[in-house]
């Protein structure tokens, strides 16, 4: 197995209130050089790291059901992302829809980015509803409730977000439609 590296500097633990009586634990690293095969990821996100799906590219990738996303004016670096969205389904499902597809899920600074440039990029839909937008999860602390929550963007504009459920006490998970990226 590959091993990535990754620079990290310090470790900050905390929880971020969202709202009453809502809070997310999040976990950020920062700074020196270190080698793990997955850190605070799961055995699919290390599998598109490795495949390099997380690396900036050309926009002579994308097919036609896809539209480039550069994220530096003239660089012609950048993603592709699906036009049109996929039919919600649960998150861990979406993910591998995704990587059977050779994709991921989109990131919310790319799926956000990508909103506000819908319209020349010829993206449909993208307020229409909520979409997975993180190939990442965390637990989630609402109010008496806790679970596991990934971000979710879009319903009513591109700076709508929340989270849904990937699992929950109860068994409740959420679902929401989905674009892949590369």
């Known amino acids: 197995m590959k091993n990535n590296k990754i620079q990290i500097l310090a470790v900050a633990t905390a929880f971020l209130v969202i709202g009453a009586g809502i809070a997310v634990f999040v976990q950020i690293y920062v700074g020196s050089l270190v080698e793990t095969p997955s850190l605070g990821t799961d055995m699919l996100n290390q599998y598109f790291m490795e495949s390099g799906l997380f690396t ?4 002579a990738t994308c097919d036609g059901t ?9 660089s012609n670096k ?7 969205e996929r039919a919600a ?9 995704c990587a059977n597809a050779g994709k991921r899920l989109s990131e919310p600074f790319e799926w956000k980015f990508a909103c506000q440039n819908a319209g020349t990029l010829g993206l449909s839909a993208m307020t229409d509803n ?5 190939n990442f999860s965390l637990p989630v602390y609402s ?3 806790t679970g596991v929550g990934s971000p979710v ?10 989270w849904d459920w990937v699992g929950y ?7 929401a439609a989905f674009r892949c990226v590369r």
């Open 153 to 162: 963007f879009g319903s009513s504009g591109c700076s709508y977000a929340g």
């Open 89 to 97: 389904q649960h998150w861990e499902d979406a993910k591998y829809t």
């Open 169 to 175: 006490g109860t068994g409740t998970e959420g679902s």
């Open 143 to 145: 109010g008496g409730a």
């Open 56 to 59: 900036p590219h050309s926009s």
């Open 66 to 74: 896809e539209a480039f996303v550069e994220i530096k004016s003239g």
């Open 78 to 84: 950048g993603y592709c992302i699906e036009k049109n």
């Open 130 to 134: 909520w979409e997975w937008a993180s």
